[in-house]
């Protein structure tokens, strides 16, 4: 009779040095959620004014005083686009610049966008939003953006759940999360 082996004989070990070891900041939660924890804590629920592009740059200088790192340059990327008085308008460029991978990540909008939603999104439905976005003919990409922006904040999506997306489900559990995480931490990366 072959008597059974303990397994723990042969602990498992973390592998060598090498790629594992220089992408595995990429994945820490700690991390990721260092980088949230402003914007979900500080962020108004519900916003005090009806929105206006000055609203975004006061938002975003008392986010970043909460503890969003300064690299982020969010109230300089706020000021960019504070010319917008539409709040459906501006969600949807944000979120399609977000969607859009030939565009690059740099400033990261996901902050801003997020801070939009977090504030705006009780007078802003995600269904007018997905019909500006279709105007523009940026249906697609927009609604990856959203879902980017959903994935790193579960409480926006009760808000988007409000729409029917039509993103792949590979994508939704592939692509998104990777996506979502390489954007938060693109600051540490580069």
Request: with cysteine; glycine share 4%; proline share 9%.
């Amino acid at each position: 009779m072959i008597q059974p082996t303990p397994l723990l004989q042969h602990p498992i070990r973390r592998p060598a040095r090498g790629f594992l070891d220089r992408v595995y900041p990429l994945w820490t939660e700690d991390e990721v959620l260092k980088h949230l924890h402003p914007i979900r804590n500080y962020a108004r629920k519900v916003a005090r004014s009806s929105f206006d592009g000055s609203g975004i740059v006061a938002a975003s200088i008392r986010i970043e005083r909460a503890g969003l790192p300064e690299s982020y340059r969010l109230p300089d990327t706020a000021r960019q686009y504070a010319i917008f008085q539409n709040c459906e308008q501006l969600i949807a460029i944000l979120a399609s610049r977000m969607g859009d991978p030939k565009i690059a990540p740099v400033p990261p909008l996901w902050p801003l966008l997020a801070l939009i939603l977090f504030e705006w999104r009780g007078s802003t439905p995600a269904t007018r939003v997905l019909t500006y976005a279709a105007r523009m003919g940026l249906s697609e990409e927009v609604q990856r953006g959203l879902v980017i922006v959903a994935y790193l904040f579960p409480e926006l999506e009760s808000w988007l759940g409000e729409v029917h997306l039509r993103i792949p489900l590979w994508e939704r559990v592939l692509a998104i999360p990777l996506a979502a995480r390489k954007l938060v931490l693109l600051q540490k990366t580069t």
